[in-house]
Nanobody
Framework: QVQFEESGGGLVQPGGSLRLSCKAS????????MGWYRQARQAPRMQHEL??????????NYGDSVKGRFTISRDDVKNMVYLQMNNLKPEDTAVYYC?????????WGQGTQVTVSS
């Protein structure tokens, strides 16, 4: 089963930028929709919130809270998915994960922590 490894998180001030990377252990060509999710500590039942979505035709969709600030991309040759995050806000603080969409039980990676604070 394809597994995911996220990286690129860190501590950034409000208004700053980060680029997250997700490396898959195998081919993601067969995974039509890939998504970036986040899990905030205060989220009800620690739910994974979908923030960005990309399909195999590179059509993208974003949650309302990140629209215009985040950009998702994928490289099916390198088996990578990226999330460019600009104009970060304190409410973006969370652990970020990549996975299939809709989630059908594929194992979650360790995630990468993003903390936005002055």
């Amino acid at each position: 089963q394809v597994q995911f490894e996220e990286s690129g998180g860190g501590l950034v001030q409000p208004g700053g930028s980060l680029r997250l990377s997700c490396k898959a252990s195998g081919s993601i060509i067969s995974i039509w929709h890939m998504g970036w999710y986040r899990q905030a500590r205060q989220a009800p039942r620690m739910q994974h919130e979908l923030v960005a979505l990309i399909n195999g035709d590179n059509v993208t969709n974003y949650g309302d809270s990140v629209k215009g600030r985040f950009t998702i991309s994928r490289d099916d040759v390198k088996n990578m998915v990226y999330l460019q995050m600009n104009n970060l806000k304190p409410e973006d603080t969370a652990v970020y994960y990549c996975n299939e969409f809709p989630w059908a039980g594929r194992t979650w990676g360790q995630g990468t922590q993003v903390t936005v604070s002055s």
